[in-house]
């Protein structure tokens, strides 16, 4: 049975940091690619960030390009999202979803969701003061 395990998620002030976890049972992380979503309050959910199996390629949204690090660590079949410099608009639900391909599907710049087969349940991330 494939289980993903979101982790990590709280309140945090604008300019802090967070480091996400996403541990997976159930389904090896070598040949499949992982991606981060997040879904705000009366939003569509998107796609924050994508890191590909097949060479390593990571994608980024806009909204968090040079402030989000996508990780992985094999052994642990565990992938982690580095939040840095969090502000109000980053608060949301963030999942963690593996693909059912190897590589990032990216389209006119967005990380597309159609190739997400395994979902986590969710971890609330809060940037307030």
């Known amino acids: 049975q494939v289980q993903l395990v979101e982790s990590g998620g709280g309140l945090v002030q604008p300019g802090g940091s967070l480091r996400l976890s996403c541990a997976v049972s159930g389904f090896t992380l070598d040949y499949y690619a992982i991606g981060w979503f997040r879904q705000a309050p009366g939003k569509e959910r998107e796609g924050v960030s994508c890191?590909?199996?097949?060479?390593?390629?990571?994608y980024y949204a806009d909204s968090v390009k040079g402030r989000f690090t996508i990780s992985r660590d094999n052994a642990k079949n565990t992938v982690y999202l580095q939040m840095n410099s969090l502000k109000a608009e980053d608060t949301a639900v963030y999942y963690c979803a593996t693909s059912r391909r190897a590589y990032c599907t990216v389209a006119r710049g967005t990380l597309g969701e159609s190739s997400y087969v395994y979902w986590g349940q969710g971890t609330q991330v809060t940037v307030s003061s």
């Open positions: 890191l590909s199996s097949s060479d390593g390629n990571t």
